[in-house]
């Protein structure tokens, strides 16, 4: 029985992965966020190793207020930067397959059409140069591992912006939301799954482990505006949301004005299918 040891697993993705642990029960999982392991601390992680000896390493853990990370930066590049670096080392040491989760923001959002691969990176903020150098060093300290990025998360856990426009929704009459940043909403259990699927594929045969980097969202595209008007319409709130640009709605960073991934290396390689952003939506909904 191969064990799978989850990093961040109390953030949206690592909690996505405890409700599905159930369905894999020829995985043992460890599930550990900042208490039970800190991978900050390379010493700390290469102990945890040597005791536990994971097969496989999911990364959830991220630094993710985009904002904030601008004045908080050491903490910021210590968690997203510096930390995937220690576990890819260990990852290598104890030859243990890798998993990292990425973002869409390592990109400008300057295309304008899906972002592949292998297209340049030019991250525009603190959280996106974090995650850049993250994954950089994730590549450097172990050849065989699989980079995941995505865009738009969200769940019934934790904080974002789903929970968000409901809860603004029901307490306001109008709310202005952006309409110039257009993207796809991944639901995180859609991606929770994928990563297991994976998983599960290399472990018993049916697919390779191919290592590289993959990006994962929903299928479809939409702005911010109108990912709110669905959220709305499915929740049944009566609030009037009105399309602004994000000039009208000046934040600390820069969001990335285009920022829709294309998905067709990894449903490829993998052999996976990626639902229609509404319809996941519509699954996370009931749950709220």
Known sequence: MATI????????????????????????????????LDITNQDAVLAFFEQHKPQYLINCAAYTAVDKAETDQDKCYAINADAPCILAIAATKYNCKFIHISTDYVFDGSSHIPYTE???????????????????????????????????????????????????????????????????????????????????????????????????????VCSWYDFTKEIHAIKGISCNVKPIESKEYPTPVRRPHYSVLNKKKIKTTFEITIPYWKDSLEDCLKLL
């Open 118 to 220: 292998t297209m340049p990176i030019k991250p525009m903020s603190v959280y996106g140069t974090s995650k850049a150098m993250g994954e950089t060093n994730v590549v450097a300290e172990n050849k065989d591992a699989i980079i995941i990025r995505t865009s738009w998360l969200y769940s019934s856990f934790g904080n974002n912006f789903v929970k968000s426009m409901i809860k603004y929704g029901t307490e306001r009459d109008e709310l202005n939301i952006v309409f110039d940043q257009i993207g796809t909403p991944t639901y995180a259990r859609d991606l929770a799954k994928s990563v297991l699927e994976i998983i599960t594929k290399t472990a018993t045969g049916t697919q390779e482990w191919t290592a590289g980097i993959y990006h994962f969202s929903n299928e479809g």
């Open 5 to 36: 040891l989850v990093t961040g697993a109390n953030g949206q993705l690592g909690n996505e992965l405890r409700v599905l642990e159930k369905s894999y029960p020829s995985f043992t999982f460890l599930f550990t966020d900042y208490e039970e």
